[in-house]
């Protein structure tokens, strides 16, 4: 009976075996009935993401992730920026003996800034950031398309580190404009420029922060933040959300390496278009101002002058002859509000009163030690920043 039992358990192995090879090399030896297995046995594998949606149109949105769309809809208006100065001339360049230690300089290469910029209008203006062209003699600008022109500057506004060129070319892509209200931390961002002048890159974060100051980058800050990867060669470039409209104007990082560590820093986009706007019809951005310096509003202040207030700006110095010296205020006075809007931090202190109009009035509401007094303020221009030197 063993042995029996040995015979037929060998028997259905070597068959078993068998029909493993037969069905793995030669599946058509077993006829029709063997070819509705194996499509049943490989579709358990691969095909119910594919399945579970109707056509050709549900397969193609199975497989389909990332921002490809947002990316073909924005690139086209992103370009780069080459600035060229002229190098600094050296005073003794004609000097015989300083000619003869030192060799002729008068052949050395003009310095070359690299950079992005944003199409923004159909006749040509471009956006980028004002460290980019600063000092330059010949700005370049290359299209995605290999298209390639030279600019010439509209303005510059170094208080956001903003300025416009201009370029003459005829069917320019156009970026779409986004709604900074609608931007929150954790919505995912691309940023498009040219990084290391190795050619258009897209790189994918998310947003990180929103109202970043204080960090010295220029007069007025309001910074995106992202992880996005931005690197040397993106300023300028656009920042845009998952629809490919432009939601900042990428301008900084934070670096130690001089390459991205996932912080980096965008103007937002209503105040690009609002300086934008300013250069092309002025040449220049209205702002104003009263001639005040700032500090931050201390617990250890409030408790010292035993104020009624916690909140608002300590006003430190006063400028002579100023609007804020011409109406009153003075060091040590308090703005808890202008025009009714409260006021928590220098920062938001500058943005409030850079958005008056000169020539009108504001209303400061001021508390002086234990008192409360509403002084109205004669706002002014707010005076041009010194360019830097080339």
Known sequence: MRRTWLIFSQAVTVALAVLFVVVTLKPEWLGRASVAVLP?????????????????????SAVHVGFSDAARIAAPAVVSVSASRAPARNPHGQDPWFRFFYGDQANAQPQVGLGSGVILAPEGFVLTNNHVIDGADDIEVRLSDGREASAKLVGTDPDSDLAVLKIDLDRLPVITLGHIEGVQVGDAVLAIGNPFNVGQTVTSGIVSALGRNQLGLSTFENFIQTDAAINPGNSGGALVDA?????GINTAIYSRTGGSMGIGFAIPVDIAQ???????????????????????????????????VSQGVLISGVLQEGPAADAGLRPGDVVVGVDGKAINSPVAFMNLVAGLTPGNKAVFAIQRRADHVEVPVVIQRRPKTPQREP
């Open 40 to 60: 049943q046995i490989v579709s358990l594998q691969t095909a119910p993401p594919v399945a579970a949606l109707d056509g050709a149109e549900g397969a193609a």
């Open 243 to 247: 629809s490919g409209h432009l939601v």
């Open 274 to 308: 609002q300086v934008m706007e300013g250069l092309i019809r002025d040449g220049q951005v209205t702002r104003g101002w009263v001639g005040v310096e700032l500090r931050e509003l201390t617990p250890e202040f409030v408790a010292t002058f035993k104020l009624p």
